[in-house]
């Protein structure tokens, strides 16, 4: 459903140009205060991000000034300590206890020998054995002999976040005897504990981080030397800083603040000094300038705009009044010129033009109107549709009967054309007369229409409207009705036609009585078979006989009440026509009031008709005695599947008597269940498809398999018209098949299956394999020196040698596994479901141990051996082929290595690596 659509009033001249001079006057002013907002902000954005940087830069400087003089501080210390060469640990530790002072720069200062533990300290010697030798800033101090800053730590003792500061102590042969360690505590209130009252507006505030992102000093004590990056805290701007970034810049925390960051790295050490001034904070000022910007330009436009709207409105005034006289004047039926004077200007001069304008043309429409009233009196009179219409068949004038064909007025002449003016049929007749027309031809058209339900007729005149120089403008159509004298000629020629295909063209005896028996009409046929006698005004009786009369009067009396009549009888006797079969047809012949007038009779000779059925008849007794006798069920269906022949073999096979089934739709007679089973292979006969089947069935005799064929029955267009079914009993063949199938997939001579058979075996197995991820083994197998054997001791000896090892071969293997003689003296086993090469192993000793007891033949009795190749498939393998191939060369590897073995085919995979064959074998004992 389609929603209505809210339509704004169309805006006037005036009204538009007021609007777009407002819109223009706005468009200025935001474009101008949009560019100048944009500079002053972001020069402000500029100076307090430089504001926070050099603020930041002060304080970094600060820092690095209080590790320098802590480090002059320590150094200075140091060198008294070489200066007085204090090798004892006792004068070590009274020297340290007279400078107090230097508590007031570090919370501790330790002297440590080269073994890392504290010897002296300035809080008095230790208490217990402590040992700082792990400590990285130690072992970077020995080892460089100069002075470091620790990476922040925490106090072992009292848990305090704490840098160290180290400098070394030198003897007289410049090498390292003492390290001097000054612990800073990072919270100290003289050294990172002032920077927690620095602040960056109301809640900005400053942070340290080391270059491996340690937070060194933060606001938020529980992350001191905690990972910048921990609890997804990850920063943009940080990972920045620590990357070697240095200034200012926007970003969002981890808590989702956007807030404007300073960094500035440390030159005494690797730490970053930031700051976080959140942006709502930092650029507050700016948003304030900005809105009160906003509000005054929006404010000034206003007024700019009010007032251009104004003048605009008063300078437009004289034009409105013209469009508004305009309106007014379009519908007045008489024009009345504007009473307020015009301006002097270019509106007044179109003011006076459109007065004149529109005094001339209420002029000419009176002319107009005058002329076209005396039209109209004399074309509303003439018994015709008369009209005009333009190039573009637009209906410009039309008559009284014209206009009512389509129930039009005058009123709504100009805007419909000659198509939607008359009905579509006679203007489909037109339209090539009005093509005609138009090329400057006038014409004339004889037609039909409908009128009440009967077909009536016109006459239709189209003339040319053709102005100086040939053009055509338009054309005038003058119309008649000429229906009652088309009728009358039409049913005179009919009249005559009918007559004329009554007599010379039905092959019938055609002729008309009226209500005294009277003949009124006899065609030539039947003055024919009177030899050409006269039988107009003769009596019914008379002409036909007393004996003959008789026969036909029951139903002259029943046509002569009123009701049509057909009936058969022999030919006339009285003609020598008496063998001969006729069909008659009497129908009454009434008036205009329904009164029967007499009748009319049509005889035809079907002489030839009965006798075909007759033919018919007794061809069909015959077809019915050879169908009954076929072996098989014939069935023939209708369209609308209703059994229309059946054979005897229905009695005789299903005890089914076919009269019972006769005329039955098959559903009736086969059953729903059997039916729906057929349902779609009926459909496809049924759209012209041969369709074959094989179905089992229970006859009288036991169940038998019936071959059954759907045949498509068609007409002579190749139209389906029915359905042929046959079904032949195929129980013999089919057993036949099934026994040449035992014999193709069993080898003869051994009982076991042959080549072909094991190979579609293998093939399912191989799939099953797949599916179930369990290998399958797969064995090949010859008898050695069997050549020897049978040209030693001849074919039959050779037979023998085979049908002995091919019966121990499968009483040497599982029912669920297959041997099979795959060749000559080669011969295959397949094993499935087994572990591994360990069962297969024992499987292939198994047939080792079973060919060992001697072989008993007709005339003697032979030691027979064999050699095994096995292979184990692999994952994902499903090439028989290449199976088989690695079972023959192991096979080829067992008799390489003397026969009577069986040996293993390595993995393919390994086979890659190494050619070689890893063989497990069993030799016989």
Not at 347 to 373: K, V, Y
């Amino acid at each position: 459903m389609r929603l209505p659509v809210l339509r704004l009033p169309r805006l006037g001249l005036r009204a538009r140009l007021s609007v777009g001079m407002v819109a223009i006057v706005l468009l200025i002013a935001l474009g101008v205060t949009t560019a100048a907002l944009h500079f002053v902000k972001r020069n402000m954005q500029a100076a307090i991000a430089n504001e926070e940087f050099e603020r930041i830069s002060a304080i970094a400087e600060a820092v690095d000034q209080k590790f320098l003089s802590r480090r002059t501080l320590l150094r200075t210390f140091g060198d008294s300590v070489e200066a007085h060469h204090l090798s004892d640990t006792a004068l070590l530790q009274a020297f340290v206890k007279q400078h107090k002072s230097l508590k007031e720069a570090f919370a501790n200062i330790a002297f440590v020998d080269l073994n890392g533990d504290i010897v002296a300290g300035i809080n008095g010697p230790p208490q217990a054995s402590i040992n700082i030798k792990d400590r990285e800033y130690f072992r970077q101090t020995v080892a460089t002999k100069a002075g470091v800053i620790s990476q922040p730590y925490r106090n072992r003792l009292n848990g305090q976040a704490q840098v160290a500061m180290t400098e070394p102590v030198f003897d007289t042969r410049g090498e390292v005897v003492y390290v001097i360690s000054g612990a800073v505590n990072l919270g100290e209130q003289n050294f990172l504990g002032e920077l927690a009252n620095v602040k960056f507006g109301q809640t900005g505030y400053m942070f340290i981080t080391n270059t491996d992102g340690i937070v060194v000093d933060h606001p938020d004590k529980s992350r001191i030397l905690q990972r910048a990056d921990a609890a997804d805290g990850r920063n943009p701007a940080t990972e920045r800083a620590l990357a070697g970034f240095e200034g200012t810049m926007e970003a969002t925390d981890r808590t989702g603040l956007r807030g404007l960051y300073a960094f500035k790295r440390l030159g005494q050490t690797n730490w970053v000094l930031g700051c976080i001034y959140p942006r709502d904070e930092a650029f507050a000022q700016v948003e304030d300038i900005e809105r009160y910007t906003w509000a005054g330009a929006l404010l000034l436009a206003v007024l700019v705009g009010g007032l251009a709207f104004a003048v605009m409105r008063s300078q437009l005034a004289p034009l409105s009044r013209l469009h508004e006289h305009m309106k007014v004047s379009r519908t007045a039926s008489n024009y009345v010129p504007m009473k307020e004077l015009p301006p002097g200007d270019e509106i007044g001069d179109l003011s006076r033009t459109f007065d004149a304008l529109m005094l001339e043309r209420q002029t000419s429409q009176e002319r107009l109107q005058s002329s076209e009233r005396f039209l109209r009196d004399v074309t509303d009179n003439l018994p015709a549709v008369v009209g005009y219409f333009d190039r573009d068949q637009r209906c410009l004038f039309g008559n009284k009967a014209g206009l009512a064909v389509r129930g039009r007025t005058q009123a709504e002449l100009g805007t419909f054309t000659m198509k939607e003016s008359l009905p579509d049929a006679v203007y489909r007749q037109l339209v090539p007369e009005v093509a005609k027309v138009l090329t400057g031809t006038a014409t004339r058209y004889v037609g039909t229409y409908e009128r009440n339900g009967r077909e009536a007729f016109f006459e239709c005149h189209l003339v040319p409207d053709i102005r100086q120089g040939g053009e055509v403008v338009g054309y005038y159509v003058m119309t008649f009705d000429i229906t009652r004298q088309k009728v009358a000629e039409r049913e005179r020629a009919a009249g005559e036609a009918r007559i004329r295909t009554i007599t010379d063209n039905l092959p019938a005896l055609v002729s008309h009585v009226d209500a005294s028996l009277h003949y009124t009409f006899v065609n030539a046929h039947v003055r024919a078979l009177h030899d050409n006698a006269e039988l107009v005004g003769r009596l019914m009786a008379d002409v036909r006989g007393i004996e003959d009369f008789k026969i036909v009067e029951p139903y002259v009396r029943r046509v002569l009440a009123g009701e049509a009549v057909t009936f058969e009888k022999t030919g006339y006797s009285t003609r020598g026509v008496s063998q001969n079969w006729f069909q008659s047809h009497y129908i009454p012949d009434r008036d205009a009031a329904g009164v029967v007038q007499g009748f009319y009779a049509m005889t035809f000779d079907v002489t030839e008709r009965k006798r075909a059925e007759i033919r018919s008849a007794e061809s069909e007794q015959r077809l019915r005695g050879l169908t009954d006798n076929v072996p098989a069920l014939l069935t023939e269906l209708d369209l609308d599947e209703r059994v229309v022949f059946c054979n005897g073999r229905y009695q005789s096979w299903l005890g089914i008597p076919p009269a019972s089934i006769m005329n039955r739709p098959i559903r009736e007679a086969v059953g729903d269940a059997h039916y729906e089973m057929r349902k779609p292979l009926l459909a496809r006969a049924f759209a012209g498809e041969e369709v074959s089947f094989e179905q089992t069935a229970k006859l009288l005799v036991g169940e038998r398999t019936l071959q059954t064929t759907y045949l498509p029955q068609r007409n002579a267009e190749g139209e389906v018209v029915g359905l042929y079914i046959l079904a032949n009993d195929v129980s013999d063949l089919k057993q036949k098949q099934m026994q040449l199938d035992t014999l193709a997939r069993e080898d003869a001579l051994t009982g076991l299956p042959n080549r072909r058979s094991f190979e579609e075996h293998v093939r399912e197995a191989m799939a099953r394999s797949r599916r179930s991820g369990i290998p399958i083994c797969l064995m090949f197998l010859d008898i050695d020196y069997f050549k020897s054997i049978n040209d030693s001791l001849g074919h039959a000896a050779g037979d023998g040698v085979l049908k002995e090892f091919g019966r121990r071969l499968k009483e040497s293997v599982r029912e669920t596994d297959m041997a099979a003689r795959y060749a000559g003296d080669e011969f295959v086993i397949l094993l499935e479901g087994i572990a591994g090469a360990d069962e297969a192993q024992l499987v292939a000793a198994k047939v080792l141990a079973a060919m060992r007891p001697a072989f008993v033949l007709s005339s003697r009795t032979l030691q027979v051996t064999t050699s095994i190749g096995i292979v184990l498939s692999e994952e994902g393998e499903d090439d028989f082929a290449s199976l088989l191939a690695c079972a023959d060369s192991a096979l080829y590897a067992a008799k390489k290595d003397g026969r009577n073995r069986f040996t293993m085919a390595a993995s393919r995979s390994e086979t890659q690596r190494d050619s070689s064959w890893s063989r497990q074998e069993s030799l016989a004992r």
